[in-house]
Structure formats: structure tokens, C-alpha cells
């Protein structure tokens, strides 16, 4: 193996996209158009949560678009994604249908898990979306599996890990670091830092500013980029990927990053004040900042348009999520898996004659794990 080599080094791109190439505007316009989607779908979804048409728990990621956006633009439908509790964005990006998601959010029998999942443990297989989690760095397993089946396979599919500051604290972090360097993995490690873990800044937790020196410890080189320009993070994504695909292996991307919003939805924020939140927003809204650099290239119609779009995609969601069943209680038995492979017993999907013993402990309301870890 390899030793620690320069490679193993954090360069800083600061936003600089146009380091790497000078922006084209119709690009820019598409990560637009997918920032503006996901605003308006978290909106919403905060208005329908707060109505109490949402069960469970929500947790927002409106100013940190950015990173989603300019990360599933440089994937294929075939790559692999891995989110956090905070997936939203991360989900719609990756391709997954607004309407699917919304009807999942609202635990119908319509949602992409039929209504099992919820905001917390959404998951799109047809988009290679692996699944948002309700456990603090439960993404990284996932994306290291992910890679290695890639290479087992001997495809050129790459698996990104979404994760928070407060997840790098966390041993899975390291342990899938660790193999992912030492297995020179098809792994691409973002990391969206908004330094803030819960109502912990990370400041408090963390003796360094810049996270992504802890690769260098696993022979990793990493990037750090300005997360509120979707170009820069585009662009650091399109190199770790050309990497990844051709068998140089991972890369790990730190995108400094702001939540506007509380931890989830109802977040009192005692912790910050408003106009500290908005001044800072104001100053660095993702959205924003993409309408300035495109300048004249981007017209008031066209800006409209893409607003106007995404509400009509978004009242057609919650239409179809508000007229679909709720997920029947038995639902809670499929795609649930039984046996022992190590006692000569396959595993398998529960058979129809065990769901029907099963059914009397069937839980009354059809919401699945919705809540249950926060
Ligand atoms: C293993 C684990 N520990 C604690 C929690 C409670 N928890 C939920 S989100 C969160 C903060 C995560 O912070 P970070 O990784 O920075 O992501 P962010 O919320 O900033 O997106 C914590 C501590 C959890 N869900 N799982």
C-alpha cells in the first residue's frame, strides 16, 4: 500500500470556480433551477408541517441548496448517494419525484417507501438515492458498501456520502474514511458545514475550522470550497468524480455552509438570534448569489418562470400526497426481512402466512418509523 503521499493535501478553492472554467450561463441556470426546487418544496413542506399535515419530524436544509444542486449535477442516475437527516434537497437533486417524496412525507401508501420512512428515512433505489437517516453518520457504511459493490461489479458508479460537521465527530466517520483510503474506493466524502451541530455550534465541540484536514490523516486529498456557489461546488465535485471513476479513489469536499432555518421545524433557536440569522443569509442566500453571477444572462421572465414552476410542481405534490391512502398498518410487514444466513437460513421477505400471524400487533396508524429517532 501506498504511503501518505502530497496528494494527500487540502487545497483551497474558495469559490473560485472559474479556476477550473469560466461558468456557462445555461448551467447555471439548471443548478437554479434545481436550488429554486428545493426552496420551494422545504417551504412548503415547513407550511404543511406546521398545519399538521405532516407527521413525524422535518428538518430543513433552505440555505444550504448549493451543495445539493452542484453535487448531483456532476452524477449519473447510477451513482449512489447516502443523505443525513437533513435530505431533502439532497433526495429532489439526485432526481427523485417531488410528488413521490411529498406523499411519503405525508405516510401514504403512494410515497417512494410507502409511507414508512418519512422525512428522516426517505429513500429513492431508482435514483440511487440509499436513503436520508435518522442516525448521525449512518450514511457512511452505506457509501463505503456502495463503492466496493461498484468495484466488485466492475462498473464506474460512484457513491457520495452528505454529511454534517457534527457526523465527522462521530467513529463511522473515520472507520469508512479509513477503508475508503486504504481500498482506494469510488468515494466522494461531502461534507456540509454549517457549524452547527443540533444547538451546538461546533466551535464548542471541534478544535479546528477547516474539517477537511482530517482527511489528510487517511491519505486523502480534499477540497474546500465556498457552499453557497453552486459553480465552485459543481466544479470540485466534477474533478473528485473524474477521480473516482477512473480508479484514483476518494475525495473529500467541505462546503462551508449556513442553515437558515432551526434544527428542525419548531426549533425554538435559542441559541442564535433572528437578525444575526438574517443579516447572515442575506448576505450569502445560495439562490441569490447564483442570480448575481449570471447577471444580464438570466432574465426577470426566465427567474419567474423557474418560481412559478417549481410552486405548480410543488401544489401538484401536495395534491397527489393529500389524495392518496395512508399506508395500510400491514404495510409494515414488507420489506422486512427474516432468517440467518449464518444458521443455512436464507434471509427473506416476511412470507404472506407470517404477516397474517403478525398482523394483531400491527401498529394502529400506518406511519411506520416515522419519528422514531430524532
Ligand atoms: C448517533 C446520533 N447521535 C445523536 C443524534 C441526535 N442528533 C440529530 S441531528 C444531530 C446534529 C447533527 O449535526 P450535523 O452532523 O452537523 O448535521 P446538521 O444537523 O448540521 O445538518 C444530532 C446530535 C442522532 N440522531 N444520532
Redesign the pocket.
Known sequence: MKALNDEAAVKRTNGDASEKKAPNHEFGIELLRTMIRIRVLEEGIEKNFLAGEIPGFA?L?VG?EAVAAGVCSQLRTDDYIAS???GHGHTLAKGAKMRSMMAELYGRATGLCHGKGGSMHIADFSVGMLGA??????GFGLVTGAALSAVQRKTDQVAVAF??????N?GPFHENLNLSAVWNLPAIFVL???????T?S?SETIKIADLAIRASSYGMPAEIVDGFDAFAVAAALESAVKRARSGGGPTFVECKTF?HGG??IGDPELYRTKEEVESFMKAHDPIVRMQATLGEKLTKERFEQLWQAARDEFAEAVEFARSSAPSAPEEAFFGTYVGDRDAGNPVHEFETRERDALLPFAPKVGLGSQGA??
Open positions: 428538518h436544509s444550504q443525513t437527516h437533513r437517516n435518522g442516525v448521525v453518520a449512518g454529511f454534517g460537521d457534527g457526523a465527522t462521530r456540509e458545514n454549517n457549524n452547527l451541530a443540533s451546538t461546533s442553515r434544527h428542525f429517532v430524532h
